[in-house]
């Protein structure tokens, strides 16, 4: 994996034009890990931006600036672990990231930030939110209820999830987040541009009921022994 040290003396006259580029160059891989950066160099989407697939930019001071993911086309794998993410950092669309890693950012309450995660990454197959006060588990004291509270909202946004966490999504865990977390209709047609603005205005205050947590902690698990966290 090419790290940023290694591109500093990149001599920018040796890059490939695009119909030079290899599958192989279609499968780069990048670490720009503790870097101390807060934005993104604008020679790495340059050179990258059309052929990387796996970006790790952990241990650096990435928030609400990240727009420039929206550059790099081609993105499958994500690793943004203990960086400054909170509540309020809304993803750039990008239909193809399949694997996030936010474990141990500033995310202290899910709702609407996984909904706004949703919205930007539809095809999520991997999610890590541990260490995150909003992701209750036992590396933040988070008590067992409130760890499969915050596990089963989550699970019910995402349909293509196979893996939150630490451990796989199991069928028992998506059904019971659908029957716990059950959305207002509106929700699979208020992001066409067909419907109304006073509809969608409407439709974003009964998400607002709907969609939040409301399982108590003291909630019991579903009986039935298929049922495993």
Avoid at 112 to 135: E, V
Wanted: hydrophobic share 40%; charged share 20%; glycine share 4%.
């Amino acid at each position: 994996m090419t790290s940023l040290a290694k591109l500093v003396f990149v001599d920018t006259h040796s890059r490939r034009s695009p119909g030079d580029q290899t599958e192989a160059d279609h499968n780069q891989a990048l670490s720009l890990a503790f870097e101390n950066l807060f934005h993104m160099p604008f020679d790495i989407i340059e050179t990258y931006g059309s052929t990387l697939s796996t970006l790790d930019i952990s241990h650096n001071k990435f928030s609400r600036n990240l727009q420039f993911l929206a550059e790099f086309d081609n993105m499958t794998s994500l690793n943004l672990d203990h960086n400054e993410i909170d509540p309020f950092t809304i993803f750039p669309p990008m239909p193809k990231l399949q694997l996030l890693w936010l474990n141990h950012n500033k995310i202290d309450d899910l709702y609407p930030f996984i909904k706004n995660l949703y919205t930007s990454l539809p095809n999520l197959r991997y999610l890590c939110l541990m260490g995150n006060p909003a992701a209750p588990s036992y590396l933040n004291g988070g008590s067992f209820y409130e760890y499969l509270q915050s596990r089963l909202f989550v699970i019910s946004w995402f349909p293509h999830l196979v893996h939150l966490d630490d451990r796989a999504v199991t069928p028992e865990q998506r059904l019971e987040a659908k029957r716990l977390f059950r959305r207002p209709l509106l929700d699979q047609i208020a992001g066409t541009a067909q419907v109304p603005e006073c509809i969608k205005h409407l439709h974003n205050k009964v998400s607002n009921i709907f969609s939040k947590p409301t399982l108590p902690v003291t909630s019991k698990v579903p009986k039935g022994s298929n049922f495993v966290i």
